[in-house]
């Protein structure tokens, strides 16, 4: 009871600092002199799945870039919630999916954050959802995930949101299930509806949305793009308070390589020293530092590699996680290829194969309900004495399982890149965000993938092309100092709820000149690559 009253009490006192900055941000912005086109087309912002009653580092990189776009005369308007879905995917429980969606929350926040002259509720289309509700009663999963609403997919853009909510991929076909799939679909099917009326109506410049996976911004993504509405998404970046902003899906964080075939030698340095802290478990990623400490591969998992040909190192991704839209193009999803791996090993005595789990498989109230670790208990392989398993809480360091291997296998893994850059040979079994480069080696296709990975375990001498290491380097530059926008001159870490943040108590023409805001108003106005100046955030 303590512990709740005092987390009570820090919240409010987090609204009170956010709601006085707001006020303070929100007087500047009234008071800048219009510009010769701020009677054009107002750019429209929407996200409704990145926080409910605390602003979470999504929802404060929407309103910095709001800020940004109006400090420069440029007119915004707001597209708000107002219970407008029957259930939502922050709001949803899976351990009780007929408990509603906390919309009073949510819309206190919305009210302290966003100004209502500015904003467009978005409501309930209850009357579309009684015409809609007795078609998909009767529909099987399979049918569900097929439905289509006016020449939308809706069932293909909802079905992401349905494994992220449930934290599995497989799903079941049971009431349960099938009952949050249409609460899902006939609220997009509302959503939709109210898009494409309010998108007609208003002919918007752009429209800014998160990442454009979660199924309400799908489905506003979705109808601008049939009406040549140019959209702009985000997500979290790689350095801390830093986001990732694209003109597709920032989820996969495509970067193009930079011109130059090396990096300039103090930019080097600046990436090996941060190559460096992440090998030694220093680094955060949506506010959420992974491992508090890394320790040494065990004496007695050293001396069982010892005694095989090669040890081969196989790192998974969290199954429900949005990566895996992209993932999937070899596999129908990574437990299949982990199944065909798997079978493998009987085949290779002669191999090692270390099955590493995704720490993220088990962060507090985020924990995945489909995971390796009973993938793994189910599979058999425990049985093998060529094959072990390391769990998503053990610290054994990936880093020193890499310097061991003798070529690392990885789905769509960052730990991918790592190990590329490392000089180490990487098959990669779905599409990963480095794979766009020469940095790993890629099959076109199943057959191809079973191939490579044959040669590979036959082979006593590995050739890795050595451009392989150097795109990395430059790839990961790219990421982390040129499209990561650092935005930590405006933000702090919220000190007990990871992933949350306050704003700083920074001056509001600093909306106006910061360059990495004028960066992401290039990218949203004028189609410009979301690239800002190198740069070394000191947070």
């Known amino acids: 009871m303590l512990t709740g009253m005092k987390q009570r009490a820090e919240r409010a006192r987090a609204d009170r600092l ?42 404060a990189f929407s309103m910095l870039a709001a800020w940004g776009l109006r400090a420069a005369g440029i007119p915004v308007r707001y597209l708000v919630c107002h219970e407008a879905m029957l259930q939502c995917m922050l709001g949803t429980d899976w351990s009780d999916l007929d408990r509603p969606p906390p919309c009073k929350n949510c819309m206190r926040f919305s009210e302290n954050i966003l100004p209502s002259e500015l904003s467009f509720p978005i409501r309930l289309n209850r009357g579309l959802i009684e015409r809609l509700e007795s078609d998909l009663e009767s529909r099987s999963l399979d049918e569900l995930s097929d439905w289509r609403f006016k020449g939308l997919e809706i069932g293909e853009l909802c079905l992401p949101t349905v494994r992220w909510a449930l934290r599995r991929h497989d799903l079941y076909d049971d009431r349960a299930t099938r009952g949050l799939f249409r609460q899902y679909l006939l609220s997009a099917a509302g959503l939709a509806e109210w898009f494409s009326a309010t998108l007609t109506e208003h002919e918007p410049r752009a429209l800014l949305v998160f990442n454009g996976i979660t199924y309400p911004e799908a489905v506003a993504r979705a109808t601008a793009l049939r009406l040549g509405i140019p959209v702009t998404t985000h997500e979290v970046g790689l350095r801390p308070l830093s986001a990732f902003f694209s003109h597709e899906h920032a989820t996969f964080r495509e970067v193009d390589l930079p011109e130059e075939s090396n990096l300039d030698p103090d930019w080097s340095q600046v990436l090996d020293a941060y190559l460096k802290d992440r090998g030694q478990g220093r680094f955060s990623m949506a ?6 400490e890394i320790e040494p591969i065990p004496m007695e998992l050293k001396v069982r590699m010892q005694a095989y040909r090669q040890v081969v190192p196989i ?82 360091s990936s880093y020193e399982l890499i310097e061991r291997s003798s070529y690392v296998l990885v789905y769509n893994s960052s730990v991918g890149l790592e ?22 080696f890629m099959p076109s296709d199943r057959a191809e993938y079973f191939r490579q990975l044959e040669n590979l375990l036959e082979s ?43 704003l700083r108590d920074f001056e509001p023409q600093a909306l106006k000149e910061h360059p990495s805001l004028e ?21």
Not at 349 to 375: C, L, M, Y
């Open 315 to 396: 790192f998974t991704n969290v199954i429900f996680d949005t990566s895996q839209v992209h993932a999937n193009s070899i596999f129908e999803h990574m437990f299949e290829w982990l199944d065909a791996v798997g079978a493998l090993t009987e085949h290779h005595p002669e191999t090692f194969f270390v099955i590493r789990a995704h720490p993220d498989e088990n962060r507090p109230g985020k924990e995945s309900r489909q995971s390796v670790a009973d993938w793994f208990e189910s599979s058999g392989l425990s049985e093998r004495t060529n094959v072990t398993f390391i769990g998503p809480d053990e610290r054994i």
């Open 460 to 502: 006593s001498l590995i050739e890795v092309p050595p451009e392989f290491a150097e795109n990395g380097r430059r790839l990961l530059y790219q990421e982390l100092f040129r499209s990561s926008i650092d935005l930590s001159d405006f933000l702090i870490p919220y000190p007990s709820l990871p992933g949350m943040v306050l």
């Open 18 to 59: 956010i709601g006085t900055q707001v006020e303070r941000i929100e007087a500047y912005l009234d008071s800048i002199t219009p510009t010769p086109d701020s009677m054009d087309a107002p750019v429209l912002v929407f996200n409704a799945s990145t926080r409910i009653q605390s602003l979470s580092l999504n929802a």
């Open 519 to 539: 960066a992401i108003r290039r990218g949203v106005l004028d189609g410009a690559p979301f690239a800002a100046e190198p740069w070394v955030s000191t947070s």
């Open 287 to 292: 506010g959420v530092r992974f491992w508090p």
């Open 419 to 440: 190990a590329a850059i490392l000089g180490k040979a990487v098959l990669c079994a779905g599409r990963a965000r480095y794979t766009q480069a020469k940095t790993v």
